[in-house]
């Protein structure tokens, strides 16, 4: 299964970007093989509507779960829309998320946890 | 003629300005397009009474003739239009009524409807009307209101604009279209740093401007030193009096109730007339 991790770098040691709309990258970790790749996140310069852009980025590359710091109520909505399991809070390595989530060690969230912008 | 009075930093002294030099030149109009806290009526005895309400087209989607084709998404600029899965999703507070959605929509699922975003209220005097605009709250974008209350400006009056503070849209919509922009500051670096953004906005926009330097005695020279640098006329400045203070906190204009002052103002539309 493919999981989104918001992260400020391109690998599995690099850091958890806090940010959902607005994070630099996605690293995309499939959870059984552990082999990952990493995206740019377009919607990081986004005058507006960053949070329900990214959405619909990690949505069309298959994404089932996304792990992140913090999540607005648009995205939060879009995301939901999606059917996407999200799990906020995160901070550290991606990896160690990735493998946290592996573990069955993190646990999703059913409501915004920020407000509008804060990721500007 | 038309003026905006401007600035980047917020409590500067653009609603001073603007109502005092609407007072002190003959045949004048108010338009207080900050939209998001207009003040200038403050200044006025006569009560703000609504002309009309203001509205943008939203999109309405009919989603039994929606193919989920996506090309809104892409279109919308604002990213107001998601589509995850079957589903689709517009958030209005994104949306910034430009109709493109529409235009764009292969399969005619679209249709609008009227979002309504503020009012339009006129006060002050067969001499000199005053016009201000009220974005409702918890709508996040002014501009539509700023570009209604521009359309009263009357050909015939020199129309004074007291504009929102900062350089985003809608004092950029303030500043462009007009013959002259005051920019006004105070004498403190950071007065000084938000007044060397707005150059940079009013640079690129090409209306003409000259800077007013308002609680003069204050900070130190910086103000000048730049202005001198980069060759802003500076048009005049306005000391930091206390008791212009005292008048504006009970909601008298300083050339009301210090009428010496009125000559400054006079002086600095002759100046600006020039400039134009």
Redesign the interface.
């Known amino acids: 299964m493919k999981i989104a991790i918001t992260a400020k770098g391109k690998e599995l040691g690099s850091d958890i970007d806090t940010r959902f709309g607005r994070c630099e990258y996605f690293v995309i970790v499939d959870t059984e093989t552990m082999e990952f790749e990493a995206i740019m996140n377009e919607?990081a310069m986004?005058?507006?509507?960053?949070g329900?852009?990214a959405?619909?980025t990690i949505?069309k590359i298959g994404a089932k779960v996304l792990i992140t710091g913090n999540v607005g109520p648009?995205a939060h909505?879009?995301?939901e829309?999606?059917?996407i399991e999200i799990i906020t809070g995160s901070n550290g390595k991606v990896g160690d998320m990735a493998e946290k989530y592996k573990n069955g060690e993190l646990s999703s969230t059913n409501a915004p946890t920020v407000g509008r912008h804060a990721g500007m | 003629m038309k003026i905006t009075v401007a600035s980047g930093k917020g409590g500067t002294g653009k609603t001073t300005i603007a109502v005092n030099l609407a007072l002190s030149i003959k045949n004048s109009m108010l338009i207080d397009c900050d939209v998001e806290g207009p003040n200038s009526h403050i200044f006025f005895k006569e009560p703000m009474v609504k002309l009309k309400d203001v509205s943008i087209p939203a999109p309405k989607f009919d989603l039994d003739t929606c193919t989920l084709c996506g090309k809104c998404?892409d279109f919308c600029?604002?990213?107001?239009i998601?589509?995850?899965?079957e589903?689709l999703?517009f958030?209005d507070e994104?949306c910034h009524g430009c109709g493109g959605c529409k235009i764009i929509c292969p399969v005619d699922a679209i249709t609008e409807v009227e979002h309504y975003v503020g009012v339009i209220e006129k006060g002050g005097t067969g001499d000199l009307p005053v016009y201000h605009g009220m974005l409702n709250i918890g709508e996040p974008f002014g501009v539509p209101i700023i570009n209604e209350l521009k359309q009263f400006a009357d050909d015939k009056k020199t129309t004074i604009f007291d504009s929102p503070p900062g350089t985003a849209c809608p004092a950029v919509e303030t500043m462009r279209d007009v013959d002259f922009c005051i920019l006004v500051t105070e004498p403190t670096p950071f007065g000084l740093h938000d007044l060397t953004l707005t150059v940079d906005v009013i640079r690129e926009i090409g209306t003409p401007y000259g800077v007013v330097v308002n609680r003069d005695g204050i900070g130190d020279d910086r103000v000048d030193r730049y202005c001198e640098k980069e060759n802003i006329p500076l048009l005049a400045k306005i000391p930091n009096d206390l008791e212009i203070a005292r008048l504006y906190s009970s909601g008298v204009p300083m050339v009301k109730g210090l009428p010496e002052y009125r000559k400054l103002f006079e002086e600095m539309f002759d100046r600006i007339k020039e400039m134009i």
């Open positions: 919607s986004a005058s507006g509507g960053a329900p852009q959405a619909q949505s648009n909505q879009t995301l829309a999606a059917g | 998404v600029q604002y990213n107001a998601s589509i995850v899965g589903k999703l958030f994104l």
